[in-house]
């Protein structure tokens, strides 16, 4: 079983609508969970990060987490346009941050 | 806004050949990390560096591979006989505390032919 496992995509939804990501991940140990961006032949951008469980909010983006279904979520709401990238999720227990291999979003104007 | 850059932009070698990737991390961050990522795949951790020396590696990084922090603001990543399985992007990242809060840069494009 992969550490981290998360649908590739790509995800396309008309533009405003909301766009539930999500990634989950075997290892129980993983304490702190976080959300990038990346564009196109860019490096990664840390939107948010949560430690533990519980939900963490960051304007239009809500980050979930149910350590007990070892399951995480990003929420964007009133999506535009310019939220269109590859969103990677990622989890750490120690130095060592393990990444899922991204959801490709399009977001249709 | 401060900012991690890495250069070249884009570096191609023949098989064989020593590579160093440069990157200057953001000034006051101390952990500085290295990741590659080969086209159309995940992003993979090689390497974590924290008072000069290497706290944590995976198990691609392995003897072909070294980082370095040769003064106080550069953050190396040599590769000493490239191979061609070697192609990717590799990104620094630094933090100024934590692993969780990390910066990443725009990334080096490693071509090796």
């Known amino acids: 079983q992969k550490e981290v496992e998360q649908d590739p995509g790509p995800l396309s939804v008309p533009e405003g609508a909301i766009v539930s990501l999500n990634c989950t991940y075997s290892n129980s140990a993983f304490q702190y969970f976080m959300w990038y961006r990346q564009y196109s032949r860019k490096g990664p951008e840390l939107l948010m990060y949560?430690?533990?469980?519980g939900n963490k909010e960051d304007g239009r983006f809500t980050a979930q987490v149910d350590k007990s279904s070892k399951y995480i979520s990003l929420f964007i709401r009133d999506s535009q346009p310019s939220d269109s990238a590859t969103y990677l999720c990622a989890m750490t227990s120690d130095d060592k941050i393990i990444f899922g291999k991204g959801t490709r979003l399009h977001i249709l104007p | 806004e401060p900012e991690v850059t890495q250069t070249p932009s884009h570096q191609v070698t023949q098989m064989g050949q020593e590579v160093i990737l440069r990157c200057v991390p953001i000034s006051n961050h101390l952990y500085f990390y290295w990741y590659r990522q080969i086209l159309g795949q995940k992003v993979e951790f090689l390497v974590s560096?924290?008072?000069?020396?290497?706290?944590?590696k995976s198990e691609i990084f392995d003897d072909q591979f070294s980082v370095e922090r040769p003064d106080g603001s550069n953050f190396t990543l040599k590769i000493r006989s490239t191979k061609l399985e070697d192609s990717a992007m590799y990104f620094c990242a630094s933090v100024d505390r934590g692993p969780y809060e990390q910066y990443f840069g725009p990334g080096t494009r490693l071509t090796v032919t």
């Open positions: 949560t430690y533990s469980s």
């Open positions: 560096f924290y008072n000069n020396e290497i706290s944590e």
